[in-house]
């Protein structure tokens, strides 16, 4: 069974502060893929890394890859309150079959 | 429609009780996806259809629960005599099916179920 452990499980900061957030696993993964889930809604995919070292920028939020891939994170510079929200790493073991593999996410608050 | 549908929004039954949920895919997707997320959890890999198939059900968590997908689009999960710890949210998620790492899955708002 695929673990990936994700950490911190909540934080919460200052508007203006920098943070990251780090999604570790033992295993490979073929990619990885970050979402953000409000309450009562869906997670909806933020991006998608598939090159181990792989690192995709997204406007103050930038997303690193793993040479082994095997880790991941997401760091927020500058975070603002419309940045609070639940933020989910999910692994990919293959071509899909297999569903993707969840952290337990990360429990972010922004405040003013 | 333009997204994932996902109904009932919500559903409360009593222990014992079954109860069938239902997913309709972004039109065209072959992929469909169920998982489970509950407090404490996170969201767990129920089971996968390509097409109407499912090759791999040992994800569901028990013998109580099934599901289906006909003509490539509707599905739905069934709970038989429902537990407390049935509780959860359940999301469905499709995409489009091409194989390769890195396929978008883009999810419903889920349903929520009580179990009293």
């Known amino acids: 069974t695929q673990l990936l452990e994700q950490s911190p499980q909540f934080l919460s900061i200052q508007e203006g502060e920098n943070l990251t957030v780090y999604c570790n696993s033992s295993s490979v993964f073929s990619s990885l893929q970050w979402y953000r889930q409000e309450p009562g809604e869906g997670p909806v995919l933020l991006v998608t890394v598939v090159t181990g070292g792989e690192v995709k920028k997204l406007k103050r939020l930038t997303f690193q890859f793993g040479d082994a891939r095997k880790d991941s994170s997401l760091h927020i510079t500058a975070a603002q309150p419309g940045d609070t929200g639940l933020y989910l790493c999910a692994g990919e073991a293959g071509g899909g079959a297999d569903g993707l593999t969840f952290g337990k996410g990360t429990h972010l608050i922004i405040q003013p | ?116």
Do not use: M
Not at chain 2, 18 to 38: F, K, M, N
Not at chain 2, 76 to 94: F, K, M, N
Not at chain 2, 106 to 114: A, Q
């Open chain 2, 1 to 116: 429609g333009a997204g994932v549908s996902q109904s009932p929004s919500n559903k409360v039954t009593e222990k014992g009780k079954d109860v069938e949920l239902r997913c309709d895919p972004i039109s065209g997707h072959t992929a469909l996806y169920w998982y489970r997320q509950s407090l404490g959890q996170g969201l767990e890999f129920l089971i996968y259809f390509q097409g109407n198939s499912a090759p791999d059900k040992s994800g569901l968590p028990s013998d109580r629960f099934s599901a289906e997908r006909t003509g490539g689009s509707v599905s739905t999960l069934t709970i038989q005599r429902t537990q407390q710890e049935d509780s959860a949210v359940y999301l469905c998620a499709s995409s489009s099916g091409v194989w390769g790492p890195g396929q978008p899955q883009h999810f419903g708002d889920g349903t929520r179920l009580s179990i009293l």
